[in-house]
Every structure is written in C-alpha cells, then in structure tokens.
T-cell receptor
C-alpha cells in the first residue's frame, strides 16, 4: 500500500545545530508540503513543492529550507535550530486539488 | 494568517448526540476539506466539498458549504466515543490553509 513516512519520529537537538527531517511518499504525488503544528496556531505551512526542482515558501518559512530532487522525497532542513522551532512537524502529499495525505509527524525539541 | 476559523474551539457531548462544527473563511476557494486528528497522530482526510457543491454526505458525516457567506459546517450524527478527536477545516485556493480546529469530546 502507498504511504507517507517521516523520520525521525522524535528528535532532540541543541540550539544552533543543523537538523534535517525526512519525508518519503510512495503515492507518486507531485505535490508535497511541510507544516508545523503548535498549540493555539493549528497547522501552518512552511514550504511546499509542486514537482521535482520546484520549491515554494509558505507562511512560516524563515529558518527552514527544502529541496526536491525526486518525486518521493522532500527533506526539511533547519539551518541553525532555534528554541522557537520546537514543534511537531507534519509532511503531506497530494495529487492536484484533492485531499492531502499526512505522515505521522516528527516531534522536534530544540534545547 | 489563518484562512479557516472553526467554531466552537471545544465541544463536549454525550454518545448518541449530534456534533456540529462550523468553519468560516475569507477568500475565494476551489474546495473546502475537513480533517480529523487523533491525539498524537497525523491528520486524516474526512471529506472534500467543491466550491460548486452545497452539501455532501459520507456515512455519518454531513458537510455544507455556503460560498456567499464563506462558511461551512460539519455535522457528525449519532456520535460515538471513538469520534473524540480534533477536527480541522482547510480551504484550498491553491494550497491548503488550516484553521485552528475544534476539539470534540464524546463521553460514553
């Protein structure tokens, strides 16, 4: 069965370190998204991609970057982790104007 | 900025009762979607209603959309304890914008 996976599921890091969160989907979807979820803010869009080599900034992109070298993967990199980036991160994929399929999430703590 | 705003923020009902959650949004949309999130889990898509549709059903779920009022409602009939979760509306105008969600608690 097709799925979308995220790794790691939990990560603790220190301020200033570079962190990369992985997202892999086997739906063969062109569209992939990264969100963060914080109490009181719902889900906020960080970056998204509509296909290989395409990346776009979302609502809260500062301090984050993504790259899309193939259809299946959209890794999210925190160049220099900050305590304000402590959050739960969700990856999602979709095919056009249809439902998004979400991964299980990565809980990131920046100390 | 958030596009969808859910109301109420929290709802507590007894098993068997109906649960209604509302969503308002600000700009034009292609479709509106409702998602469910169990505690500690990812979001799961429930239902999608397109901008030219007014009502849609899926099992115990009924969604309405009023584009003139820029609002939608999700009705869960005959609720069960297993329906306890957070429910989010998301508007699609090119990319999904989520509201802050309604936390539904269904007591047995």
């Amino acid at each position: 069965d097709a799925e979308i996976t995220q790794s790691p599921r939990h990560k603790i890091t220190e301020t200033g370190r570079q962190v990369t969160l992985a997202c892999h989907q086997t739906w063969n979807h062109n569209n992939m998204f990264w969100y963060r979820q914080d109490l009181g803010h719902g889900l906020r869009l960080i970056h998204y991609s509509y296909g290989v080599q395409d990346t776009n900034k979302g609502e809260v992109s500062d301090g984050y970057s993504v790259s899309r070298s193939n259809t299946e993967d959209l890794p999210l990199t925190l160049e220099s982790a900050a305590s304000s980036q402590t959050s739960v991160y969700f990856c999602a994929s979709s095919d056009g104007y249809n439902e998004q399929f979400f991964g299980p999430g990565t809980r990131l703590t920046v100390l | 900025s958030q596009q969808g705003e859910e109301d109420p923020q929290a709802l507590s009902i007894q098993e068997g009762e109906n649960a209604t959650m509302n969503c308002s949004y600000k700009t034009s949309i292609n479709n509106l979607q409702w998602y469910r999130q169990n505690s500690g889990r990812g979001l799961v898509h429930l239902i999608l209603i397109r901008s030219n549709e007014r009502e849609k059903h899926s099992g115990r779920l009924r969604v309405t959309l009023d584009t003139s009022k820029k609002s939608s409602s999700l009705l869960i009939t005959a609720s069960r304890a297993a329906d306890t979760a957070s429910y989010f509306c998301a508007t699609d105008g090119g990319k999904l914008i989520f509201g802050q969600g309604t936390e539904l608690s269904v007591k047995p």
